[in-house]
Structures are given as structure tokens and as C-alpha cells.
């Protein structure tokens, strides 16, 4: 009855757990939940008035497929002015969410059977959207002690003459690291080199504790030619629920894109866009004031998880991530298949706590954790997982 399409893909497991959280919590169970990617903002108060006046004045018909003039207008101006990469209003689509970008993208330069490079450590829904339009995840693993970035001779091993596409999560989901300059000029000429598409995901980037950042597309005409970007509002703006995100590449591939979603959606809620528009004009200093409390969060985790020695983590420059090495505790915790699974069942059933298994980003060897919730959350949900670890 099902498809192929349908039978292969594995569900999420972020998603999974979120659920079995809500199931808990409806038993009057309290749950500290670290595992969900989403900030604990509101939306910034002029991002949700703008998309009011726009119900108000009846900004509720049908737009251009490829979204609102002004909202194009405005990303094309942040793009030039944050990212240092000149882009026309018709190299840019707006869609329902960055994961919905990823797809128009993948949908648009992917034939069946061709390959598309996933760094390991991996964000959940690239493999599987990957597979949805027919292509072929190659993971490409990297070293712990470089943070999990690849490198041109990690990624040199798993090139064949399928490979079409490499994908960049920069700042990384899970991981929260963040290549430099130098580390993604390496990698883009090599790419530039061998014809390979860079799907730069960059939706973590506001969200950079450490200063400069740098887009791939910025890099060199060449690489602006050869990468799709990828970005939204769901976490630098607090509006994961809006379901706003955009892709900026070169006029080719944005018109592919256009059709494909014109065919599948038309155009993101138009609401939801006049809301982004305010964003990116209004609320600058709502989402640098996000910014700074994200970092003061980091710092308390990290210094929480640097009293538990049995556990490493990744230092995380960016996103609002900890992912932490659990390998020590391969003999202490009775798992049959998965490390990372027995790990997180075992916690939410003890200490009430939720954290994703690493296995569901490829490395079994590892959790994550999120620290977009309040201080008091953090503090209590890492003592806990320390109490956790020395009951083992
Ligand atoms: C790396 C990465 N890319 C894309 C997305 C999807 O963002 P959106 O909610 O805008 O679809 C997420 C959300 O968790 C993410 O972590």
C-alpha cells in the first residue's frame, strides 16, 4: 500500500522523544526537557504585530510563489550587509521553513541516484530528505578532535563520480561548531574543483558566540555560484512555529526552485512573511539580546558538564547545543544495540529528563543536549544527568 518513498524513511527521532515527553507530562510526570532544538522566546512583539496588521488589512491572498517583494528585498540587503554576499531579489525564495528550503534545493539539483555527502555528525532530517528525492546519503566522518568539521581528506574518501552535493550545517547541529575561513576555503575549492554543490545550511548563524562568521557563498563568485544557502527565522528569530525560511542561490537554481514550489505550496503563509519582514527590519536588537542570553546558557552548561568527569563534550562556539561524548559508560549501562538509546531511555526513566540519543546524528557514541531553556532547567537537568552517571 505504502511507497518505496514512504517505507524508507526513517522517522524522527527528535520528534520521537518529544513525543514520549508530551505522553509523560500528560500523566502530571515532570520532565525536564533538553531536547528539543527550539528557543524559549516569544517571537519578537513587532514581528507578531506586523503579521496582525497584515490579517487586519487583509495581506491574506495569494503572493509571488517565490514570496513577498519587501521580505526578498530585506534579505538581499542582510545578505550584503551580515554575510558579505551580493545577491539579486530573484536569487532568493522564500519557503515554509529552512526544512522546506533544504528539499526545494535538494529537489531542484538531485537526480535519482546521485550522491550527497553528509558530514557526520549529522543534523536528523538531511539523510532522510536526502532519500526522500531519490538521492543517496553518503556520510563523511570526521575527527572528534577537530570538533567533528571535515576536512578536504575526509571528504576526498567518499567522492565517486555520483557525488552531486555536499551539505555544510555551519554553525553544526549537533555539535555547535563552527568552521573558520580557512577551514571553508579548503573545503569550497575542492568542491569548485570537482563540480560539487554546497548546501551551506547556515539557519544557526546569528546564533555565534566567537565573533566573525563566515558564509561559504562570500567566499568567491565561484563559490556563490556553486553553493545554495540556506537560512531562516525559526532560531535566530524565535519563530520555529511561523514555519518562515529561504534559500539564496544563483538565478538557475532559484528558478528550478520556483517551480518545483509553486507546484508543491505556492508560497509560505503570507502572514507568517509579513511577520519576517518585521523581524529582519525591526527586531535586531530582540535577536542580539537572544544572543547573549544563549551565551550566558552555554557557559553555565559547559561549566555544569566540566564537573562531571566521566563525560567530554564538543565546546560549542555556536547554536544552543552540547553534544557529549558518553563512551566511557559503554560497560558501566546494558544496552543491546544502542548506546546512545539505552543512555536516554534510562535518564528520562530515572531522572525525568530528556536528551536526544546520538544515534540519531550518526554517532552512537554521543548525546545532545539543548540549552535553550531557563538557567534553573540547565542547572537542575545536568545535576541530574551527573546523579544519573555515578548511579550506573
Ligand atoms: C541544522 C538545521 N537546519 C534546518 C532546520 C529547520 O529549520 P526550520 O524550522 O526553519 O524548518 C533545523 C531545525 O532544527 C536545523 O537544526
Known amino acids: 500500500m505504502l511507497s518505496q518513498r514512504a517505507l524508507n524513511i526513517t522517522p524522527s527521532v527528535t520528534i520521537g522523544i518529544n513525543s514520549k515527553v508530551a505522553k509523560l507530562r500528560e500523566q502530571n510526570i515532570e520532565i525536564i526537557n533538553l531536547s528539543v532544538g527550539e528557543p524559549d522566546f516569544p517571537t519578537p512583539e513587532k514581528a507578531k504585530l506586523a503579521a496582525i496588521e497584515a490579517i487586519v488589512h487583509n495581506k491574506t491572498r495569494y503572493d509571488m510563489v517565490s514570496g513577498l517583494k519587501q521580505l526578498k528585498n530585506s534579505i538581499v540587503e542582510k545578505l550584503e550587509k551580515e554575510n558579505k554576499v551580493s545577491y539579486t531579489s530573484d536569487q532568493i525564495v522564500?519557503?515554509?521553513?529552512?526544512?522546506?528550503?533544504?528539499?526545494?534545493?535538494?529537489?531542484?539539483?538531485?537526480?535519482?541516484?546521485?550522491?550527497?555527502?553528509?558530514?557526520?555528525?549529522?543534523?536528523?532530517?538531511?539523510?532522510?530528505?536526502?532519500?526522500?528525492?531519490?538521492?543517496?546519503?553518503v556520510f563523511v566522518d570526521a575527527d572528534k578532535s577537530n570538533s567533528f568539521k571535515v576536512t578536504v581528506s575526509d571528504i576526498e574518501k567518499h567522492i565517486s563520480d555520483k557525488t552531486r552535493v555536499i551539505i555544510i550545517s555551519n554553525p553544526s547541529n549537533p555539535t555547535g561548531a563552527i568552521y573558520s575561513k580557512k577551514e571553508l576555503e579548503e573545503i569550497v575549492n575542492y568542491c569548485i574543483e570537482k563540480n560539487i554543490i554546497i548546501l551551506a545550511d547556515e539557519i544557526y548563524?546569528?546564533?555565534?558566540?566567537?565573533?566573525?562568521?563566515?558564509?561559504?557563498?562570500?567566499?568567491?563568485?565561484?563559490?556563490?555560484?556553486?553553493?545554495?544557502?540556506?537560512?531562516?527565522?525559526?532560531?535566530?528569530?524565535?519563530?520555529?512555529?511561523?514555519?518562515?525560511?529561504?534559500?539564496?542561490?544563483?538565478?538557475?537554481?532559484?528558478?528550478?526552485?520556483?517551480?518545483?514550489?509553486?507546484?508543491?505550496?505556492?508560497?509560505?503563509?503570507?502572514?507568517?512573511?509579513?511577520?519576517?519582514?518585521?523581524?529582519?527590519?525591526?527586531?535586531?536588537?530582540?535577536?542580539?539580546?537572544?544572543?547573549?542570553?544563549?551565551?550566558?546558557?552555554?557557559?553555565?552548561?559547559?561549566?555544569?558538564?566540566?564537573?562531571?568527569?566521566?563525560?567530554?563534550?564538543?565546546?560549542?562556539?555556536?547554536?544552543?547545543?552540547?553534544?557529549?561524548?558518553?563512551?566511557?559508560?559503554?560497560?558501566?549501562?546494558?544496552?543491546?544495540?544502542?548506546?546512545?538509546?539505552?543512555?536516554?531511555?534510562?535518564?528520562?526513566?530515572k531522572e525525568r529528563v530528556a536528551v536526544v540519543p546520538g544515534i540519531a546524528f550518526g554517532t552512537d557514541d554521543f548525546i545532545r543536549m539543548c540549552y535553550a531553556c531557563s538557567n534553573e532547567e540547565i542547572t537542575e537537568g545536568i545535576n541530574r544527568i551527573g546523579n544519573f552517571i555515578k548511579s550506573l
Not at 100 to 121: K, Q, R, S, W, Y
Not at 316 to 341: C, T, V, W
Open 94 to 137: 522564500v519557503s515554509s521553513g529552512a526544512k522546506h528550503a533544504i528539499t526545494n534545493a535538494l529537489m531542484a539539483v538531485i537526480n535519482p541516484g546521485e550522491e550527497v555527502l553528509i558530514p557526520i555528525p549529522y543534523w536528523v532530517s538531511y539523510p532522510e530528505t536526502v532519500k526522500l528525492v531519490g538521492g543517496i546519503p
Open 205 to 349: 548563524e546569528k546564533i555565534n558566540y566567537e565573533g566573525e562568521f563566515t558564509s561559504i557563498a562570500s567566499l568567491s563568485d565561484k563559490a556563490k555560484e556553486m553553493t545554495i544557502t540556506i537560512n531562516g527565522f525559526s532560531k535566530s528569530a524565535s519563530m520555529t512555529g511561523w514555519r518562515v525560511g529561504y534559500t539564496a542561490s544563483s538565478s538557475a537554481i532559484a528558478k528550478a526552485i520556483i517551480s518545483i514550489q509553486g507546484h508543491l505550496v505556492s508560497h509560505p503563509s503570507t502572514i507568517s512573511q509579513w511577520a519576517a519582514f518585521a523581524a529582519l527590519d525591526k527586531c535586531e536588537s530582540d535577536m542580539d539580546n537572544m544572543v547573549e542570553v544563549f551565551k550566558q546558557r552555554r557557559d553555565l552548561a559547559a561549566s555544569l558538564f566540566d564537573k562531571i568527569s566521566e563525560i567530554s563534550y564538543v565546546y560549542p562556539q555556536g547554536a544552543f547545543y552540547i553534544y557529549a561524548d558518553i563512551s566511557s559508560l559503554r560497560d558501566k549501562l546494558p544496552h543491546n544495540e544502542s548506546l546512545s538509546m539505552a543512555f536516554c531511555e534510562s535518564l528520562l526513566e
